[in-house]
């Protein structure tokens, strides 16, 4: 049995092995999932394809603008542990990221729940 990997780099470079070979990003997808089982959509096979056509086959992950900043929970509970009384505003302007952020991981940390439970 083989111990190989399959990595988003990996997937890249098939991709791009088979944009080469004149295969529509469909087939591609297809030979993916023939091979692979799973593996990503057929959507994002489209979309790295018209990367491809358009000249860009840096198989990086690119910065992208608006791009959320993660965070740990440790982060989050090392804040709360300080002063329990900050809002999540307060929360998410001391982590750099948006308020829904911090109520969606308070959220599935236990820690809050939706309003009227």
Known sequence: MSNFVLTKQHL????????NWKKS???AHRMLVEV???TPTDKLCREWFRCFKDGDFIVEDKPR???????EDK??????????SQTQEELAES???????VSARLKAMGIIQKQGN
């Open 75 to 84: 982060e989050l509970e090392a804040l709360l542990e300080e002063d329990q």
């Open 65 to 71: 603008s608006g791009q959320p900043k993660k965070f």
């Open 95 to 101: 982590l750099e990221v948006t308020q829904q952020a």
């Open 36 to 38: 692979y089982g799973d």
């Open 25 to 27: 990003a469909a087939e």
């Open 12 to 19: 890249w470079e098939v991709l791009i092995f088979c944009f």
